[in-house]
C-alpha cells in the first residue's frame, strides 16, 4: 500500500434507496480482489445510544427541531470517530455507507445554514474521496420504493436533497455518478474514480 500508514477514506453518498448499499458491497469486493484491505462502516450508526435517538425521530416516534436532528446525526459519527481512526489505521481503504456529506446535503435540504454544519463535522476524518449516485427520486421511486422513514416518504426533500448533493459537489469537489444506468455500469464508474484517487495516493490498482 505505497509508504501511507493511513488508509483512503471514500464516502458512497447520494439520496434514500438511490443504491448506495449495493455499491458500497461491491467496491469492497472488487478493492478485496485487487488485493487492497478494506474495512465499512454506514451511518447512521443505530447501534449506538444516538443512533437509537436518530431511529426515533425517523420513524416519527420522537420529535426534533432541524438543529437537533442534524446535531445528532453528527454526534452519532462523533460516537463512533476513535473506531473510525483505528479502522484507518489498519487498512488500506475505508467505505462509509453516507458520512459527513449527507449531513450537508440533508441539513441544507432541511434549511440550516452549511457553515453550521460544517462546523458539526469539524474534527473528524475527512473523506479522500466522495461518491454522489445520482438519480431523480423518480427512477429511484419506480424501481425501489421510498416509504420507510419520514425523511424516505418526502419526496420533496428527496428532490431538494438530490440538488443540494449536485451544488455541493461542485463546491467540494465531489465525484457524481449516473446511478440510473445499470448495476454494473454503476459499479465500474465508481472503480474507476477510486483507482484515480488510490493512484493519487501511490497505490497502483
Ligand atoms: P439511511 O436510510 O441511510 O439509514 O439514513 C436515514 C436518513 O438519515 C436518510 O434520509 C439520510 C439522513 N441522514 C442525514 O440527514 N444526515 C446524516 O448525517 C446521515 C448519516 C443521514
Same mark, same amino acid.
Request: glycine share 8%; net charge positive; no cysteine.
Given at each position: 500500500m505505497g509508504g501511507s500508514t493511513k488508509g483512503v477514506l471514500i464516502a458512497i453518498e447520494g439520496i434514500d434507496a438511490v443504491g448506495k448499499r449495493t455499491q458500497s458491497s461491491l467496491?469492497? &469486493?472488487?478493492?478485496? &480482489?485487487? =488485493?487492497?484491505?478494506? &474495512?465499512?462502516?454506514?451511518?447512521?450508526?443505530?447501534? %449506538?445510544?444516538?443512533? /437509537?435517538?436518530?431511529?426515533?425521530?425517523?420513524?416519527? %416516534?420522537?420529535?426534533? =427541531?432541524?438543529e437537533v436532528r442534524h446535531?445528532?446525526?453528527?454526534?452519532?459519527?462523533?460516537?463512533?470517530?476513535?473506531? +473510525?481512526?483505528?479502522?484507518l489505521l489498519g487498512v488500506d481503504v475505508v467505505i462509509v455507507n453516507r458520512y459527513s456529506e449527507s449531513n450537508l446535503a440533508y441539513g441544507t435540504s432541511n434549511g440550516l445554514p452549511l457553515p453550521w454544519l460544517v462546523n458539526l463535522e469539524e474534527g473528524l476524518p475527512k473523506s479522500d474521496l466522495v461518491l454522489v449516485l445520482d438519480a431523480s427520486p423518480g427512477?429511484?421511486?419506480?424501481?425501489?420504493?421510498?416509504?420507510?422513514?419520514?425523511?424516505?416518504?418526502?419526496?420533496? +426533500? /428527496?428532490?431538494? %436533497?438530490? $440538488?443540494?448533493?449536485?451544488? +455541493?459537489?461542485?463546491?467540494?469537489?465531489?465525484?457524481?455518478?449516473?446511478? &440510473? /444506468?445499470?448495476?454494473?455500469? %454503476?459499479?465500474?464508474? *465508481? $472503480? =474507476?474514480?477510486?483507482?484515480?484517487? *488510490?493512484?493519487a495516493n501511490g497505490r497502483t490498482v
Amino acid at each position: 500500500m505505497g509508504g501511507s500508514t493511513k488508509g483512503v477514506l471514500i464516502a458512497i453518498e447520494g439520496i434514500d434507496a438511490v443504491g448506495k448499499r449495493t455499491q458500497s458491497s461491491l467496491l469492497n &469486493s472488487w478493492l478485496r &480482489s485487487k =488485493s487492497f484491505t478494506t &474495512s465499512a462502516m454506514s451511518f447512521p450508526d443505530y447501534g %449506538t445510544a444516538i443512533g /437509537q435517538e436518530v431511529k426515533r425521530f425517523l420513524l416519527g %416516534t420522537r420529535n426534533y =427541531s432541524p438543529e437537533v436532528r442534524h446535531m445528532l446525526f453528527a454526534a452519532n459519527r462523533w460516537e463512533k470517530k476513535a473506531e +473510525l481512526e483505528a479502522m484507518l489505521l489498519g487498512v488500506d481503504v475505508v467505505i462509509v455507507n453516507r458520512y459527513s456529506e449527507s449531513n450537508l446535503a440533508y441539513g441544507t435540504s432541511n434549511g440550516l445554514p452549511l457553515p453550521w454544519l460544517v462546523n458539526l463535522e469539524e474534527g473528524l476524518p475527512k473523506s479522500d474521496l466522495v461518491l454522489v449516485l445520482d438519480a431523480s427520486p423518480g427512477v429511484v421511486y419506480r424501481r425501489r420504493g421510498l416509504n420507510k422513514d419520514r425523511y424516505e416518504r418526502n419526496v420533496g +426533500l /428527496q428532490e431538494r %436533497t438530490r $440538488n443540494a448533493y449536485l451544488m +455541493l459537489a461542485k463546491e467540494f469537489g465531489w465525484k457524481v455518478v449516473d446511478a &440510473s /444506468q445499470g448495476i454494473e455500469a %454503476t459499479s465500474s464508474a *465508481l $472503480n =474507476s474514480e477510486v483507482s484515480a484517487v *488510490l493512484a493519487a495516493n501511490g497505490r497502483t490498482v
